[in-house]
């Protein structure tokens, strides 16, 4: 997309991979591409605790990628894209780590143990996605456009499928808890769990669509 100046490619002659170093937009894709590369690899190597530091690369980048140029305050923005990234990051990795690990122990107290420290953390990061979420948005779009906007445009609409996947995901997570701390064996709460990942899987795919979506006029 920023290679063909955020445009739709109909063909790959259309793509100007070299042309990405021209613009301020395509060099920071190329840095997040490259900084996901080096991730990979350090994934693969004898300490793939080293990856933090290329992902956390790829988080800036996007931060200041993502808002428009035109946005009032576009360092408030890459603020907020910033925190939104990460805690989307925290909240989905995480909880596909806990569940692997959880595969590994087997189910014992201390499973229960590591997916009642994970819902407390997950409760922060949903509500610090709720609030970068909120705001950027009406950074956006003026609240009195909000509710037109979110039906008759295509940013709108990929955001209006975004919201309702997270208050999916936030069901599944009340869901996950309620076992937790109710069920008779509280490893119950993978299920919901496991459900949840997979919605938030595609909540990210929603995300990126967004990223690579005109943003609608300021009317």
Not at 40 to 46: F, H, I
Not at 58 to 68: D, G, I, K, S, Y
Not at 99 to 120: E, I, V
Request: hydrophobic share 55%; glycine share 10%; proline share 6%.
């Amino acid at each position: 997309m920023v290679a063909t100046g955020n445009l739709v490619p109909h063909g790959p002659g259309q793509i100007d991979v070299g042309g990405l170093y021209a613009s301020r937009d395509g060099k920071l894709a190329l840095l997040e591409v490259n900084a996901f590369a080096v991730a990979g690899l350090c994934a693969r190597s004898g300490r793939p605790g080293t990856q933090v530091w290329p992902l956390a690369a790829v988080a800036v980048a996007e931060a200041l990628r993502a808002p428009p140029v035109t946005e009032h305050g576009p360092l408030a923005g890459s603020a907020l894209t910033l925190v939104h990234v990460l805690c989307a990051s925290l909240w989905t990795g995480g909880l596909l780590y806990a569940l692997r690990t959880l595969r590994r122990w087997g189910a014992d107290r201390a499973g229960a143990a590591l997916l009642g420290l994970y819902a407390r953390v997950a409760a922060v990061l949903l509500g610090a996605l709720t609030a970068t979420g909120v705001w950027s948005t009406l950074r956006r779009m003026p609240p009195e456009t909000v509710p037109e906007q979110l039906t008759t445009t295509a940013y709108g609409r990929a955001l209006l499928a975004k919201v309702l996947l997270v208050a999916a995901v936030g069901a599944l997570a009340l869901w996950a808890r309620i076992r937790l701390s109710r069920a008779a064996d509280p490893l119950a709460a993978c299920s919901p769990a496991r459900a949840e990942v997979v919605v938030l899987a595609v909540v990210v795919a929603v995300s990126g669509l967004l990223t690579a979506l005109p943003v609608p006029i300021r009317w």
